[in-house]
């Protein structure tokens, strides 16, 4: 917005939304292919030109944004079920090997001075940054059952039970 000829001020929000569930949706190595992708943002900045004088102008920035991406699986709350046949593993269930979440939230600050005398220019100022990241580690949280053969599937004696607990680190 133009208050004046030598005052304008502009504010700006962006927000994205992606929702991918196409059974291969790429990736590096296969965990990152066959997870279900979805990514909320939300952004809004605000700058703020003054111009003092043909020597000074003041310039004021402020920006907010939050990410909320994330890799799940269709079915996170039941457990997995891996059974060895012939060397082979069969796994039964809704895997979240390799599946991650991770919130984050950024605020940045900008003031800037500008002065002019002559070929000279002096910049006086202040950045400020603020990041909160929280990651996720999915990876088990509800539980792997493991079987030696599909005997022991069938007569329910499991090998091996593992799970995750304490996923979240800021």
Excluded: M, W
């Excluded at 799940?72 to 457990?79: D, F, L």
């Excluded at 069969?90 to 895997?95: E, F, H, I, R, Y």
């Excluded at 603020?130 to 539980?143: A, H, M, Q």
Aim: net charge positive; glycine share 8%; aromatic share 8%.
């Amino acid at each position: 917005h133009q208050f004046t000829e030598t005052h304008n001020a502009s504010l700006v929000y962006q927000s994205g939304r992606l929702v991918n569930l196409r059974q291969f949706g790429g990736g590096n190595r296969l965990a990152d292919a066959l997870q279900a992708r979805s990514r909320d943002s939300d952004a809004i900045s605000y700058s703020d030109n003054l111009v003092l004088s043909s020597r000074v102008v003041n310039q004021l920035r402020f920006q907010y944004s939050r990410l909320a991406p994330s890799f799940k699986t269709q079915q996170a709350g039941k457990p997995v079920v891996l059974i060895t046949i012939n060397d082979r593993t069969l796994v039964a269930g809704s895997s979240t090997l390799g599946g991650s979440d991770r919130k984050e939230q950024r605020a940045q600050l900008q003031e800037i001075l500008s002065l002019l005398r002559g070929n000279h220019s002096l910049k006086l100022g202040l950045d400020l940054h603020r990041v909160r990241s929280t990651f996720i580690d999915l990876t088990d949280l509800t539980g792997t059952f493991s079987f030696a053969s599909a005997g022991d599937f069938l007569a329910g004696i499991a090998s091996r039970y593992r799970q995750n607990f304490q996923s979240s680190s800021t």
